[in-house]
């Protein structure tokens, strides 16, 4: 058996008190750029690392430019972490891109891991693996300059705006951290004339003392090499800590780890000693476990059979660790003994799915009792298998980072994420037939609350990735439920996360579609560069239900790269006929937002995201507006809708506006073929902005309204405009 030991402790984003005029930073004017001086723990060949922030000098506002991380006299490392701040009404970071090849790591190839943003804030970070387990290429020769990432940033405002890098961690093959003497760098722009110096905010200060070192043990029994797809096992960790900027403690069941914890893991990707045996398997056919328990122990060794240091015990938690490391793909079915659901509420946070030969099938409708939906609108579905986690922000469900896994048939409520898709290899994965969010019975778990990031299934990218994956699709027994979530029903974010599926789910309601069971903020959100989405179809049983939501029903928004997402033949507002809107199924804000920039404060909004398509929906009774068009969206087509009344002609407006166009978006089409009727407001198009109000204008040009419907609107018995360019 070998086993890592992964150091859990305070998060490196955590600093307090970093002053830009610390000891040990130089300016160089020429460059527009700050050396920190790095000193490791051991000797490193050309001297010691330093850690270069390289902007260009000068640019004008509204250009898109780029920024280098780079090391000088690398050779030693293999990893690395840092958080980029800035102020978000100075800057959008567009992206961030890292090389293919890292100094050291023994020939290791980079794996960048996701980007987390938060307000003001990014972090990045990418680690290296050694040996045959990890593409090989060459490394450059110690003393060199080698660029850790590239970030593509849009300038917003004139001004000198600085970025500042900080709690820089630098680390070797083995996972050890090379000591950091000046954790900090920081470069000015100097965007247009301006002389006004916009600062970069500063590190959170750590609200308690940073946790002792703790352990988790990642066992390979039976195996002689750890595999690439275990040092997912800390990838949840990795997030957990980048997203809350503060200490980390040892108590909770999922423990936040840093760059140093996933590369402990990554170095021992290399062959081990000859006391360890090989785990063999006769051939790759699927590989079957069965859980007949709902203990949470972990399995004993890694030998084909699941079991439990009971005898003849096979928990879920077991299944998955055989599964992981079957030969072929592996599915997990149920046969607990006992009448009734039987629930299963894991202590600690489960193994990731992280089988790279086929995936895992975990099918819960396997268990006795269990029938899947059969009804063509709503869910009869029976799940007799009940994951009950320990409420927003406690444990994850399931954390997929490998290709080709279906989970089905289960009800899972009181999750931080229910299922967490996440990766350049978490591709072409299947959500069908499960409830999610809500007890068995349909209604709300006891915790729930409003938690971000805590929706039911996000799907989060990297470089290359999560891309194909499937939530929902047409038949009955293949719908989901995702509703009473603490944050949004279903989510994408990250630049790589395309051309994902979502289709035939119930979204905000409960299984009969006649009660409010809303997710706490939008039913569907596209984000941050998520590309090619299909939410809906045209097809039968391809449409969506999304109502009932405390924002919105559906959303694409977020960063220029966020581009070619679908939104088609869904019924937002609706119950799941399509044919009737109650106030129960009203969603509190908008029913499809796209929108920009996320928050332009009194600027005017840029061009960001764009090329989206909203088609053949029904859109209505939403609590502040129909279809919102907003902060420099651009080149996205608007047709075919009915926009305030339903599949059947009934009336249902949207208050405020069927449709409306406003603080920079360009470019847009509006028709043909909408039918935007018995809203306050027909159609409205204005530079200014309703969320959040802005006082600065933005150019909202060059949209086109072409061959719609639009009749009966209007506000307390009175007619509206059916179109109203305002202000005047």
């Given at each position: 058996m070998i086993e890592h030991s992964v150091r859990w402790r305070r998060h490196v984003s955590v600093l307090?008190?970093?002053?830009?005029?610390?000891?040990?930073?130089s300016v160089d004017p020429s460059a527009g750029s700050v050396h920190a001086a790095v000193v490791t723990q051991r000797p490193a060949s050309g001297g010691g690392v330093s850690v270069i922030l390289n902007v260009p000098p000068t640019a004008t506002v509204g250009a898109r430019v780029h920024v280098t991380v780079a090391v000088q006299h690398g050779g030693s490392v293999a990893g690395f972490e840092a958080n980029l701040r800035y102020d978000h009404r100075a800057i959008e970071v567009l992206r961030v891109d890292e090389p293919h090849a890292i100094p050291g790591g023994r020939g290791g190839a980079l794996h960048p891991l996701s980007v987390v943003e938060t307000n003001d804030r990014q972090v990045v970070a990418g680690w290296s693996c050694s040996g045959s387990g990890c593409d090989r290429r060459s490394t450059s020769a110690p003393g060199s300059s080698v660029r850790l990432a590239t970030i593509e940033i849009e300038l917003l405002q004139a001004a000198r705006v600085q970025l500042r890098l900080d709690d820089i961690?630098?680390?070797?093959?083995?996972?050890?951290?090379?000591?950091?003497?000046?954790?900090m760098v920081s470069s000015v722009i100097r965007v247009g004339s301006s002389n006004r110096f916009v600062s970069a905010p500063r590190a959170a200060t750590?609200?308690?003392?940073?946790?002792?070192?703790?352990?988790?043990?990642?066992?390979?029994?039976?195996?002689?090499?750890?595999?690439?797809?275990?040092?997912?096992?800390?990838?949840?960790?990795?997030?957990?800590?980048?997203?809350?900027?503060?200490?980390?403690?040892?108590?909770?069941?999922?423990?936040?780890?840093?760059?140093?914890?996933?590369?402990?893991?990554?170095?021992?990707?290399?062959?081990?000693?000859?006391?360890?045996?090989?785990?063999?398997?006769?051939?790759?056919?699927?590989?079957?476990?069965?859980?007949?328990?709902?203990?949470?122990?972990?399995?004993?060794?890694?030998?084909?059979?699941?079991?439990?240091?009971?005898?003849?015990?096979?928990?879920?938690?077991?299944?998955?660790?055989?599964?992981?490391?079957?030969?072929?793909?592996?599915?997990?079915?149920?046969?607990?003994?006992?009448?009734?659901?039987?629930?299963?509420?894991?202590?600690?946070a489960l193994p990731s799915l992280s089988n790279p030969n086929g995936g895992i099938s975990i099918d819960g409708y396997s268990q006795p009792g269990s029938t899947p939906n059969t009804d063509p609108l709503l869910d009869n579905g029976v799940r007799m298998i009940e994951l009950v986690g320990q409420g927003g922000h406690g444990?994850?469900?399931?954390?997929?980072?490998?290709?080709?896994?279906?989970?089905?048939?289960?009800?899972?409520?009181?999750?931080?994420?229910?299922?967490?898709?996440?990766?350049?290899?978490?591709?072409?994965?299947?959500?069908?037939?499960?409830?999610?969010?809500?007890?068995?019975?349909?209604?709300?778990?006891?915790?729930?609350?409003?938690?971000?990031p805590s929706s039911c299934i996000v799907i989060q990218g990297s470089t290359g990735g999560a891309s194909n994956n499937v939530v929902g699709m047409p038949g009955a027994a293949n719908r989901n439920v995702i509703s009473g979530c603490n944050h949004q029903g279903v989510a994408t974010y990250n630049i790589g996360t395309n051309n994902n599926v979502?289709?035939?789910?119930?979204?905000?309601?409960?299984?009969?579609g006649t009660q409010r069971r809303g997710n706490k903020s939008h039913g569907i959100d596209?984000?941050?560069?998520?590309?090619?989405?299909?939410?809906?179809?045209?097809?039968?049983?391809?449409?969506?239900?999304?109502?009932?939501?405390?924002?919105?029903?559906?959303?694409?928004?977020?960063?220029?790269?966020?581009?070619?997402?679908?939104?088609?033949?869904?019924?937002?507002?609706t119950d799941p006929s399509g044919n009737s809107a109650f106030p129960y199924t009203q969603d509190g804000q908008w029913g499809i937002h796209l929108e920009g920039f996320p928050n332009c404060n009194n600027a005017p909004c840029p061009e960001d995201a764009g090329n989206n398509t909203v088609t053949n929906n029904v859109v209505v009774n939403a609590g502040e507006g129909g279809i919102m068009i907003d902060k420099g969206v651009h080149d996205s087509v608007i047709a075919n809708n009915k926009v305030g009344l339903t599949a059947n002609g009934t009336p249902a407006g949207n208050r405020l506006f069927g449709i409306n166009v406003e603080a920079g978006a360009v470019r847009n089409v509006i028709g043909p073929?909408?039918?935007?009727?018995?809203?306050?407001?027909?159609?409205?198009?204005?530079?200014?902005?309703?969320?959040?109000?802005?006082?600065?204008?933005?150019?909202?040009?060059?949209?086109?309204?072409t061959q719609n419907s639009i009749h009966d609107n209007q506000t307390g018995g009175v007619a509206a405009l059916g179109i109203d360019l305002t202000p005047f």
């Open positions: 307090a008190g970093v002053l830009l005029v610390a000891v040990g930073v961690s630098l680390i070797d093959a083995t996972g050890a951290e090379i000591a950091v003497a000046t954790p750590p609200s308690r003392s940073p946790a002792a070192s703790g352990v988790d043990h990642l066992r390979h029994a039976g195996m002689n090499r750890a595999r690439v797809s275990d040092v997912s096992a800390t990838l949840a960790g990795w997030v957990r800590g980048a997203e809350s900027d503060q200490v980390c403690t040892t108590s909770s069941p999922t423990p936040c780890a840093t760059i140093g914890d996933v590369q402990t893991i990554a170095g021992q990707i290399s062959t081990a000693g000859p006391s360890v045996r090989r785990m063999s398997f006769a051939a790759a056919p699927p590989v079957a476990f069965t859980v007949n328990s709902i203990g949470d122990a972990a399995d004993t060794v890694i030998n084909g059979t699941c079991q439990t240091a009971t005898v003849g015990e096979c928990t879920l938690r077991a299944a998955i660790q055989e599964a992981n490391h079957a030969a072929g793909a592996s599915t997990i079915t149920f046969n607990i003994p006992g009448s009734g659901i039987q629930t299963i509420a894991p202590n600690t444990i994850d469900g399931f954390f997929i980072v490998s290709a080709g896994n279906v989970i089905r048939g289960l009800n899972m409520h009181a999750f931080d994420r229910a299922i967490w898709i996440y990766g350049s290899s978490a591709n072409n994965n299947v959500v069908i037939g499960n409830l999610l969010g809500l007890t068995p019975t349909g209604g709300y778990d006891p915790t729930y609350a409003l938690y971000n979502i289709q035939n789910n119930i979204i905000g309601l409960d299984p009969t596209i984000n941050t560069g998520t590309q090619g989405t299909v939410i809906g179809g045209n097809g039968f049983q391809e449409g969506n239900v999304s109502s009932g939501n405390f924002q919105e029903g559906i959303e694409v928004s977020h960063n220029p790269y966020t581009l070619y997402n679908k939104i088609i033949g869904n019924r937002v507002g073929g909408n039918e935007i009727a018995y809203n306050d407001q027909g159609l409205q198009m204005e530079p200014d902005g309703l969320a959040p109000p802005n006082s600065a204008s933005s150019y909202t040009n060059r949209n086109t309204i």
